[in-house]
């Protein structure tokens, strides 16, 4: 045992910490000297892109490293207690009754063979309490985490719960022995922004009721800001900025932290009023001897000094450090990208709809239920128009993609037309101009290149079966498309193993151009990718638009994403259309209520809260929609049985604009200027 | 949390194509090198293709030279694994058994590994309908017990090596289509596919050209393991009389021709070959592990 704590210890300091790992024979330095502490009741959050050391961060405090992972040097304590100095049984002790920790993935994070009941209560059997007291104390712990039949619950196993259900079952787990320490690792990454929105606000309302210290770790700034006192900037290994949140948002003095917060789409940003910015270069390699500051290859502000003498932590007022030789003029960091708005040359359409589908709809059998999940749909793409697909998962925005590229046969009677002519529901019946003129680019570039094939490979098979070139002709049009891309063509040999995430949603952008397309599906082409390559993927594809006057039906569960690229924005629930309308016209009042509650959930990353709509319950099961209205059940304005018992059709509220609704367009304006009751009954 | 697959977020430099490829080959191997289990495996098997390729120049006798007069010899410095039944000497045949056996065995496995991945792939790609019909004369064949199809074969095409071969190759088919099925389901559902489909690419390019490379792994590992069970069932297939045939110096067969003799005392021309069977098991089974564990990444 190591001396007893200090009244006034930190729930966790770093001090110093060194972790490296062995890879391929060679230790590599992950962590450099990340020094932080967390006062007892405080919430620390560590931001960062992936590859920074965030993760390991979190690992690292539990000492809890994978084999090949060693701390090399500096100190952990957590709640006092020196965990470097203990033994192995002491520190599985310290994790048993002092800390928590919560997961990306909740689904992975339970046990699929065993009861919700047991997992939970197991907390308690193993702190000492009989099995009923056990079995009591878990029903309450869920109760407290807002789960309705805790009962109910208890009995289930985890994959008969939702990934939110789950995620509330873990932190009731975490939360159970009172933890001094809870570590949250991107905790809500995997769930819908409706979903996020309510676990976030059961930690923060947890973390009020246990005073527990949090350790935040999310590659978000939105939810960093929304959830943290104060918030640590890690790159490559190293803290490069500390300091309150607010502080470190609002007056950020890293050039790194000014670029990341120049990455994000944020206060109504639009394709047509400026690119968005981004951060050149790549995160050094992982262990790489860097001799001066980590971030020196790829800052807009670079003096010598910066690549030979590594910055200290420099206090710059307020509680908030930055490690930059120059953090007064970080803010003046210059722009990447020009901030010029990207000018469409391809002339905007006449208003002709390229792509459309009337009555689309989709039934799939599933153990002898009938699951609709696309229901009567009727929707037109325009030349060079960006519609905006958004909704929570399971609204039908991946299954209507599919359908339009025929990859999934639409129902019998469903229409879809391209250029005024009726396009086969199977692939394999269209043509090769029409197969040619819808294409797609995929959420996840590591699923959607072959990683055995090489990049030429990938790209000149695209433009044989599509275009039909070879030989020579062929191997200049990959260059001009690798070029529009901005792909580096000595890097064509390549797998994509070897390619960066940005790089390989580049190549798959480039194929699905190969075959110069009418309408491109984008099924949230940067939801895996790193804010900073996010924003230099969105401009891509605004200037590939411009240039070539392609269409866009562009699928993203991130609004500010969708509202960059949007010029018209559907609103799916349970496979039905929602709201329909100009960009902006969704985006502010008056809005279907659905839509009001999905953009209420949107956390923001200057932190300002908003009324937040809590949208009660689950989504519905396809096979059993609710009555009338389909939102009903859920609806925070729902006005009373005419919602339950008609459905409204979609109509025409104001010019372009379209809802299914009962309200109209005046009443829900007014009613919008305040936020809505909290529903008391829910209704049948 | 991985190691090797730790996003740096850095494009390796403009290296030659391949590379990457190349270093997961060259870990594969290393791997390989550092796994006792595997090199014993391998030594050992090593020892068995140098008795096939060398069988008579390494054998102090004939094997096929009877000699009546001194029969079913007990081991002895003359005779290392005494004589058998027409005095033939059990250590130069034991040497020279290695022969067809690592012939027919590999033989038959690839057969086996070619005819089971093509219908793997088939029934996961197609799925629906041409895995429902597939997969059930799948399952016919599984029920069919290997020896019944052996007598059923050896009767209708007669019996020689080739015969070996072929029943074996049809009887692994349908283990192995299983496996590869089960992975090909899992691949297909992977958005290369999708995209493959999105430029018109035909069936059989989806299928042979981007998903076999992908299921390569374990394919590899099924034909190992594979090749450990085809030694024991060719063994078996000889020592009923439905494999390779005498007087051929085949271990099956040695066996077959004097387990009756054990009970007057005379086991050396039987349990010298049981061992060399054995012992080729084992030793392949061991290379199985180690190709195993060297490409579950």
């Known amino acids: ?684 | 949390m991985s190691t090797a697959s730790v996003d740096t977020g850095l494009p390796a430099p403009a290296a030659p194509a391949g590379d990457a490829e190349r270093a997961a080959q060259r870990e594969r191997f290393a791997l390989l090198r550092s796994s006792k289990t595997f090199l014993v495996g391998a030594g050992i098997l090593g020892i068995f293709v140098i008795c096939a390729i060398f069988g008579e120049a390494l054998a102090p006798d004939d094997p096929y030279a009877t000699n009546p007069l001194n029969d079913l010899a007990a081991p002895s410095s003359d005779h290392w694994f005494g004589t058998d039944r027409v005095g033939r000497d059990v250590f130069s045949r034991v040497i020279v058994g290695a022969r067809d056996i690592l012939v027919v065995a590999p033989a038959a496995t690839l057969l086996g590994t070619v005819i089971g991945t093509a219908l793997g792939l088939i029934t996961g790609y197609y799925r629906g309908a041409v895995d429902d019909v597939v997969s059930r004369v799948i399952d016919a064949f599984l029920a069919i017990p290997v020896v019944i199809l052996g007598i059923l074969a050896i009767t209708a095409l007669g019996p020689s090596n080739l015969t070996v071969i072929i029943v074996i190759g049809v009887v692994f088919a349908p283990v192995i289509a299983r496996t590869v099925r089960a992975a090909v389901l899992q691949e297909r559902e992977m958005e290369y596919v999708a995209a493959a489909q999105l430029r018109n690419e035909k069936a059989p390019y989806v299928m042979f050209a981007e998903i076999l490379p992908n299921v390569m792994g374990p394919v590899m590992v099924e034909f190992t393991v594979r090749l450990g069970y085809a030694v024991f069932t060719v063994a078996t297939l000889s020592f009923l009389g439905f494999g390779i045939q005498p007087p051929a110096p085949d271990w099956g067969v040695q066996v077959y021709e004097h387990y009756g003799l054990i009970s007057g005392g005379y086991w050396w021309p039987v349990l010298f070959p049981a061992l060399a069977i054995g012992i080729l098991v084992i030793a392949v089974n061991m290379i199985a592990d180690g190709i195993a564990k060297a490409f579950e990444r």
Not at chain 1, 28 to 33: Q, S, T, Y
Not at chain 1, 92 to 103: E, G, H
Not at chain 1, 245 to 262: I, K, M, S, T
Request: aromatic share 4%; charged share 25%.
């Open chain 1, 1 to 684: 045992m190591s001396a007893a704590p200090a009244a006034t210890a930190h729930a966790l300091e770093l001090d110093a910490l060194e972790v490296a790992y062995r890879v391929r024979g060679q230790w590599r330095r992950v962590l450099r000297g990340v020094s932080l502490q967390i006062a007892e009741g405080e919430s620390y959050g560590l931001v960062g892109e992936s590859g920074c050391g965030k993760s390991t961060a979190a690992f690292a405090a539990l000492r809890y490293l994978p084999r090949n992972g060693r701390v090399s040097s500096g100190g952990i304590r957590v709640a006092g207690e020196d965990l470097l100095a203990m033994s192995d049984a002491d520190v599985r002790r310290l994790r048993a009754t002092k800390v928590s920790m919560v997961y990306q993935n909740p689904t992975s994070a339970l046990n699929p063979a065993i009861r919700i009941g047991e997992q939970v209560a197991e907390v308690f059997t193993i702190q000492g309490s009989s099995e009923d007291e056990a079995g009591d104390r878990a029903r309450e712990m869920l109760e407290k985490v807002q789960i309705s039949d805790p009962a109910g619950v208890m009995r289930r196993y985890p994959h008969q719960l939702s990934g939110g259900m789950n995620q509330r079952v873990i932190i009731a787990m975490a939360l159970a022995k009172d933890p001094a320490l809870l570590i949250l690792d991107e905790p809500t990454t995997g769930l819908d922004a409706t979903v996020e929105s309510e676990v976030l606000d059961l930690v923060a309302a947890m973390r009020k009721e246990f005073s527990s210290s949090v350790l935040f770790i999310s590659h978000s700034l939105e939810v960093i800001a929304r959830m943290c006192d104060r918030v640590g900037v890690l790159y490559a290994g190293r803290v490069v900025e500390e300091g309150p949140v607010g502080e470190v948002f609002d007056n950020p003095r890293h050039p790194y932290a000014v670029g990341l917060l120049r990455c994000i789409p944020r206060g109504g940003a639009r394709k047509d009023k400026g690119r968005l910015d981004t951060i050149p270069g790549f995160l050094p390699g992982l262990g790489a001897e860097l001799a001066g500051c980590v971030f020196a290859d790829r800052c807009g502000l670079v003096q010598d000094i910066c690549r030979e003498k590594e910055p200290d932590l420099l206090d710059v007022g307020n509680d908030h450090t930055s490690r930059c030789h120059f953090h007064e003029k970080a803010q003046s960091l210059p722009r990447v990208e020009s901030p010029a708005p990207v000018k469409s040359e391809a002339a905007d359409g006449d208003g002709t709809p390229i792509l459309l589908t009337r009555n689309m709809r989709k039934t799939f059998h599933q153990d002898g239920h009938d699951v609709r999940a696309v229901e009567d749909l009727t929707l037109e793409l325009g030349e060079g128009e960006t519609l905006g697909l958004v909704g929570e998962s399971g609204s039908g925005k991946t299954t209507l993609a599919r359908l339009l590229l025929g990859l999934t046969e639409p129902d019998e009677g469903s229409i879809v037309e391209l250029d005024g002519r009726q396009l086969a529901g199977k692939i394999s019946k269209r043509d090769r101009e029409q197969v040619r003129a819808v294409q797609i680019v995929f959420q996840n570039p590591d699923a959607a290149l072959n990683r055995r094939f090489s990049i030429h490979r990938i790209i000149a098979r695209a433009l044989t079966m599509l275009v039909g070139t070879k030989g020579t002709a062929m191997e200049s049009r990959l260059q001009d498309l690798a070029h529009s891309v901005r792909f580096d063509v000595r890097l064509i040999r390549q797998r994509p193993a070897q390619l960066s995430g940005g790089l390989k949603q580049r190549v798959a952008i480039a194929r699905a151009f190969a075959g110069e397309p009418r309408v491109v599906v984008c099924d949230e082409p940067t939801s895996a990718l790193d804010v900073s390559v996010q924003a230099a993927i969105l401009n891509l594809l605004a200037e590939l638009q411009a240039e070539k006057g392609t269409a866009y039906l562009f699928i993203s569960h991130d609004l500010g994403v969708v509202r960059y690229l949007s010029d018209r924005i559907a609103v799916l629930y349970l496979g039905r259309l929602m709201e329909l309308g100009d960009a902006e016209t969704v985006f502010g009042p008056p809005q279907h209520p659905y839509t009001e509650a999905l953009l209420s959930a949107v956390p923001q990353a200057d932190g300002k809260p908003r009324p937040r709509i809590r949208l009660e319950g689950e989504i519905p099961s396809h096979a059993d929609p609710p009555s009338g209205c389909v939102f009903h059940t859920r609806c925070p304005r729902y006005i009373g049985d005419i919602c339950r018992d008609e459905e409204p059709e979609l109509k025409e509220v104001e010019p372009g604009h379209h809802w299914r609704c009962h309200y109209s367009a005046e009443e829900l304006r007014e009613l919008q200027q305040t936020a809505p009751p909290q529903r008391e009954e829910s209704a049948p």
